[in-house]
């Protein structure tokens, strides 16, 4: 899934109160990982785009197929219609180009083939890190039975110090033998 963000102001493209029925407007809102801003992208035969939302499963459309400049942009169900088709162009040369279907398609692969060898990484650390941490208990253990005789020895002291005490002679003194 993606996220489609504006350039200028970094805002992503966002389902207006999360609303989806036919006719939802959209409007751009800050960036979260909510499903009213994730848009998965299908490629059609004839080398445009479709945008379908995941949380409405509705495609990203133009209202009444407008094509002129502020036209209002909603969701409606797939009408296979021009007003739901999209090019994707490269803006990062001076002069944009329009992308085959397969050659994004191939683009597309390349990210998700990178995002699952990311997620496998994480997960044998995720895993090397339970290991250790199961480990840990263990150690705990022994720890605590080696202080367990040190108290033992730390009471037997305790319950000596409660008896008697013998009691010393006072040594004589000159003055006492006079």
Same mark, same amino acid.
């Given at each position: 899934t993606y996220r489609i963000c504006n350039r200028f +102001? $970094?805002?992503?493209?966002?389902?207006? #109160?999360? $609303? +989806? *029925?036919? $006719? +939802?407007? #959209?409007h751009q809102w800050t960036p979260n990982t909510g499903r009213s801003q994730q848009w998965k992208v299908e490629f059609t035969d004839d080398g445009f *785009?479709?945008?379908?939302?995941? #949380? =409405?499963? &509705?495609? #990203?459309d133009l209202y009444q197929a407008f094509s002129g400049n502020g036209a209002r942009a909603q969701?409606?169900?797939d009408n296979e219609g021009s007003n739901q088709r999209w090019v994707l162009k490269d803006v990062t040369g001076k002069n944009a180009i329009r992308p085959s279907a397969a050659q994004m398609e191939k683009k597309l692969k390349e990210q998700v083939e990178e995002a699952a060898a990311e997620a496998k990484k994480a997960a044998k650390k995720a895993a090397k890190t339970t290991k250790t941490a199961a480990k840990k208990p263990a150690v705990r253990k022994t720890a605590a039975k080696a !202080? !367990?005789? &040190? &108290? =033992? =020895?730390?009471?037997k002291t305790a319950a000596g110090d409660a008896a008697p005490k013998k009691t010393t002679r006072a040594k004589k003194t000159a003055a006492d033998e006079q």
């Open positions: +102001t $970094g805002n992503a493209i966002d389902l207006c #109160l999360n $609303g +989806t *029925v036919d $006719g +939802t407007w #959209l *785009v479709r945008f379908r939302s995941v #949380l =409405a499963d &509705k495609y #990203l969701i409606w169900s !202080a !367990a005789p &040190k &108290k =033992a =020895a730390a009471k």
